[in-house]
């Protein structure tokens, strides 16, 4: 059973265009949600986190916004470049029980056009 | 060194044979993770070392699965009597301390069981 659904499974966008990711989850003690990005032949790498106290965090171009309520988290990355081509992964932990067990979407592979 | 480096890059084992993937983590980080990636998917949990203590194995699909770490720094993923279903990335992290969920992954082994 997938913990956090993630969509689009694909996403293209223009340059300079706004990329939105989504993903869900169902169990409430998940305390963290991390991003991952990920490219060819490269291991997952944090991109952005953000735990459930807040409703969105911002980093330079890109913010996570969190509905507690809806169980939803997403990602948008401003001002898109060809360079954020790569595979986008959410993920949710149980933190603050000290477990370390992230539990990620399918992934959305993002495709930014020049 | 700089990173979780882990050994070998790519592997190709024959149905039955039994292989070995090591991981060094980050210098000083206690806790060490193990993922599974199979293609076009994210990463699965195996298993968690605090140190050199094995504190979450639920991950492991199989008894054909055995992950170590005697001295708390070096881990090393063994896999016997690999079956084509076997056929993975197989991905390291390591975090600073238990609480810290920042975990850095390694670029991976890829696994081909043929």
């Known amino acids: 059973q997938q913990q956090v659904k993630q969509s689009p499974q694909s996403l293209i966008v223009q340059k300079g265009g706004i990329s939105i990711i989504n993903c869900a989850y169902e169990?409430?003690?998940?305390?963290?949600f991390p991003w991952y990005q990920q490219f060819p032949g490269k291991g997952p790498a944090l991109l952005i986190a953000?735990?459930?106290?807040?409703s969105e965090k911002k980093e330079g171009r890109f913010t996570i916004s969190f509905n507690k309520s809806a169980k939803q988290f997403s990602l948008h990355i401003m001002d898109s470049q060809p360079g954020d081509s790569a595979t986008y992964f959410c993920?949710?932990?149980?933190?603050?029980?000290?477990?370390?067990?992230?539990?990620f979407g399918t992934g959305t592979r993002l495709t930014v056009i020049p | 060194g700089a990173g979780v480096s882990q050994s070998p890059r790519y592997k190709v084992a024959k149905r039955g044979q039994d292989v070995a993937l090591r991981c060094d983590p980050i210098?000083?980080?206690?806790?060490l993770f193990w993922y599974q990636q199979a293609l076009g998917q994210g990463p699965e949990f195996l298993t968690y070392?605090?140190?050199?203590?094995?504190?979450?194995k639920s991950g492991l699909p199989s008894d054909r699965f055995f992950a170590e770490r005697p001295e708390g720094s070096v881990s090393t993923l063994k896999i016997q009597r690999t079956q084509q279903e076997d056929s993975a990335v197989y991905l390291c992290?390591?975090?600073?301390?238990?609480?810290?969920?920042?975990?850095?992954f390694g670029q991976g082994t890829r696994l081909t069981v043929v």
């Open positions: 210098s000083g980080h206690v806790s």
């Open positions: 953000i735990r459930p106290d807040v």
């Open positions: 992290a390591s975090s600073p301390d238990r609480g810290n969920t920042e975990a850095f």
């Open positions: 169990n409430t003690a998940f305390d963290y």
């Open positions: 070392f605090q140190n050199e203590a094995q504190l979450d």
């Open positions: 993920a949710a932990d149980r933190a603050q029980t000290g477990a370390n067990n992230l539990f």
